[in-house]
């Protein structure tokens, strides 16, 4: 990538038996928001710490603004690590952990505290100075890890699973606070998390990982609307997937499934043959369901309704097909939703992704 701020090349971290890093290649550009998504022990704190230099890589390198890193101490590196444990020092109260960002500075007092409430308020903790880090709640000490990471507004910031222990709405508001600084200061943020809802909202790009490799790096529009592999397809929000069979290829294809009978699909880009065997990826709000058997419609067994408030999640089996079911997500579906009732399923086949494995 040619406006490449931090360039991952070829990179591996082995422990023992586990290779928790395996080959990855990877450029992040200036101020950008990246993030490393991927389920618990997929490797995603291990490339972290590659980067910030808490962890030397089995092999290739690391580097940061044209600079080779790879084997560079974390604290020379313009890099700063809010580590997933929320590390904050137990004998030193919030005002002096956050301080402790600007040890190395010779700041006059009033300029230091002015900085740490700057920072504290941006974590929204105004007023906790003084209060003692074994007197605080694990969300509160995520706060305190992060005010002090952003005091010293690096030009790299390294963050593993910085909100993981907060509520709902405290993580919602932390993560519109996170993308402002990141947008208003441009700080380039390498953001690590397993919740994929977090990673779509905040994330300029995402590279999704599974045992140490990237399945798919890309926009989160992308990656949501386009995944390139059944794995992708399955981790990134509700997805149905159903096997089906390449009947012929011509401008579209068309792809056989027990459930759906034929359908007629867009190759996206996938080099298909007859007879391949594919998985055809719906998502939920693309399908719908209604009383009456319009053209196409397709006679479905309710057997599952949840109200959500906003939407109704229906999970339906087709009357065709080997009992698997499929989901889906509606707001409006008047007709009766008692289990075993039963309804049409309607969908266009525009919304069908074709996927090869
Ligand atoms: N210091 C270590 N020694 C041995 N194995 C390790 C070490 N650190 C990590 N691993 C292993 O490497 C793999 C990747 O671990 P890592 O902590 O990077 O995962 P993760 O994606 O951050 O997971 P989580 O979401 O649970 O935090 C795991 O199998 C883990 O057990
Ligand atoms: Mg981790």
């Not at 997933?84 to 300029?111: C, D, T």
């Not at 005091?151 to 993981?164: A, C, F, Q, T």
């Not at 698997?324 to 289990?339: E, I």
């Amino acid at each position: 990538m040619a406006d490449a701020f931090i360039e991952i090349a070829s990179v591996s971290k082995v422990f023992g038996s586990v290779t928790a890093v395996d080959n990855i290649s990877l450029s992040i550009r200036k101020g950008e928001f990246f993030s490393l998504l991927g389920p618990s022990g997929c490797g995603k704190t291990t490339l972290l710490r590659v980067l910030g230099g808490f962890e030397t890589p089995s092999d290739g390198k690391v580097m940061i603004e044209g600079q080779e890193v790879t084997h560079m101490p974390a604290h020379l590196r313009p890099t700063n690590m809010v580590f997933q444990n929320y590390a904050i020092f137990p004998h030193l109260n919030v005002e002096q952990n956050v301080a402790y960002g600007l040890r190395q500075q010779k700041l006059s007092r009033e300029a230091q505290a002015e900085k740490v409430s700057a920072a504290l308020s941006m974590v929204q903790l105004e007023g906790f100075e003084k209060r003692g880090a074994d007197e605080m709640s694990g969300g509160q000490k995520q706060r305190v890890a992060l005010a002090r990471a952003l005091i010293k507004r690096p030009k790299v910031l390294l963050l593993d699973e910085p909100l993981g222990a907060l509520d709902k709405k405290l993580r919602e508001e932390m993560q519109i606070e996170l993308r402002l600084l990141q947008q208003q200061v441009g700080i380039t943020v390498v953001f690590v998390t397993h919740d994929q809802e977090e990673a779509l909202t905040l994330s300029d790009r995402i590279a999704v990982m599974s045992e140490g490799r990237i399945l798919q790096n890309a926009p989160p529009r992308e990656i949501y609307e386009r995944p390139c592999s059944r794995a992708v397809a399955d981790f990134i929000g509700q997805m149905n997937l159903l096997d089906g069979i390449i009947e012929s290829v011509g401008e579209q294809v068309l792809v056989s499934s027990p459930e759906l009978g034929s359908v007629s699909v867009d190759s996206n880009n996938q080099t298909v043959r007859a007879g391949d065997a594919v998985t055809l990826a719906v998502r939920p709000e693309n399908l719908s369901l209604s009383d009456n058997p319009a053209p196409g419609g397709l006679a479905v067994t309710l057997t599952a309704s949840s109200y959500f408030g906003d939407t109704t999640h229906y999970r339906v089996s087709p009357l065709q097909g080997d009992g698997s079911t499929l989901d889906v997500s509606q707001q409006d579906y008047q007709g009766s939703d008692r289990s075993g009732d039963q309804a049409w399923l309607h969908f266009d086949s525009r919304n069908f992704l074709l996927l090869k494995d």
